[in-house]
Nanobody, 117 residues
């Protein structure tokens, strides 16, 4: 069983930056990939970035070139560096882990990111 806790969200002006952090605990050696999702009111939860154990990354078109996902295995953490933030990036951001063949179906509280002037 894997437990995930997100942190690092906040209020930022358009064009600003934030770094989100996700702390993993439990059966971390069962994880094959990590990802960040986001959801805003009235919209579906969307996958914004992933990183595999081998370091391969993938990004949604809406964040490509602005967001960077990374991992620190020694600290059991995954990060999402968000630069040049836009108002449409406003959402609750969730971390998730791929264990087995599916993404973990249990969602935590997430961390809120609000981009506004």
């Amino acid at each position: 069983q894997v437990q995930l806790v997100e942190s690092g969200g906040g209020l930022v002006q358009p064009g600003g930056s934030l770094r989100l952090s996700c702390a993993a605990s439990g059966s971390i050696f069962t994880i094959s990939a990590m990802g960040w999702y986001r959801q805003s009111p009235g919209k579906q939860r969307e996958l914004v970035a992933t990183i595999t154990n081998g370091g391969s990354t993938n990004y949604a078109d809406s964040v490509k070139g602005r967001f960077t996902i990374s991992r620190d295995n020694a600290k059991n953490r995954v990060y999402l560096q968000m630069n040049r933030l836009k108002p449409e990036d406003t959402a609750n951001y969730y971390c998730n882990a791929l264990t087995g063949i599916t993404w973990r179906p249990v969602w935590g509280q997430g961390t809120q990111v609000t981009v506004s002037s």
